[in-house]
């Protein structure tokens, strides 16, 4: 089975900061997909990210795909309370396509 | 706005009960995905279709059970609700293939008393 760990599983942090946010298995996988999801709502994707090391930046959003494909990592710099919110990594799983998550995320920045 | 639609948006039925839950994918996407998001559980797959045919299964319990119509369109059907069956159920669409992005609409919350 398939798992991918997300940490820290809470964070809440004051405006300005900066955070960083893993995703990790034992297993690889053929892309990684981050997601944003606020109460109430479905996940809204951010990234796709396809080949080992690959780095892809959003704004203040800094992706990586680790270099065997079976991690990932998400680094806001100076975090803004609009960036609040459930933040979940998702594997694809083999020729299916099927995406497995992980437990996300809840981060919390007070202005 | 994603582009799924997921009906009803909200959803309260008692014990034992039967409800259908609706998707209507992107246009031009194939595949639709089923999953279950409660409090202690997270984001949960349940069953994947693709171009009307059951591709992938999840933690789908007997009692839940899809199908995909030839319109693309997508229904879930939950029969016996049980009280833990309360979640918040999430549809997906992508294009086929394995790198292709998924979609999630906004869910159905339901409710089970």
């Known amino acids: 089975t398939q798992l991918l760990e997300q940490s820290p599983q809470f964070l809440s942090i004051q405006e300005g900061e900066n955070l960083t946010v893993y995703c990790n298995s034992s297993?690889?996988?053929?892309?990684l997909q981050w997601y944003r999801q606020e109460p109430g709502e479905g996940p809204v994707l951010l990234v796709t990210?396809?080949?080992?090391?690959e780095v892809k930046k959003l704004k203040r959003l800094t992706f990586q795909f680790g270099d065997a494909r079976k991690d990932s990592s998400l680094h806001i710099t100076a975090a803004q309370p609009g960036d609040t919110g459930l933040y979940l990594c998702?594997?694809?799983?083999?020729?299916?396509?099927?995406?497995?998550f992980g437990q996300g995320t809840t981060l919390q920045v007070k202005p | 706005d994603s582009g799924v639609t997921q009906t009803p948006k909200h959803l309260i039925t008692a014990t034992g009960q039967r409800v259908t839950l609706r998707c209507s994918p992107r246009?031009?996407?194939?595949?639709v995905y089923w999953y279950q998001q409660s409090l202690d559980q997270g984001l949960q797959f349940l069953i994947q279709y693709y171009n009307g045919e059951e591709r992938a299964k999840g933690n789908i319990l007997e009692r839940f059970s899809a199908q995909q119509f030839p319109d693309l369109h997508s229904e879930l059907n939950l029969s016996s609700l049980e009280l833990g069956d309360s979640a918040l159920y999430f549809c997906?669409?992508?294009?086929?293939?394995?790198?292709?992005?998924?979609?999630f609409g906004q869910g159905t919350r339901l409710t089970v008393v």
């Open positions: 246009s031009g996407d194939l595949s």
């Open positions: 990210v396809v080949t080992g090391g």
């Open positions: 998702a594997g694809r799983s083999g020729n299916t396509g099927k995406l497995i």
């Open positions: 297993s690889v996988f053929s892309s």
């Open positions: 997906a669409s992508s294009e086929w293939g394995a790198n292709t992005e998924a979609f």
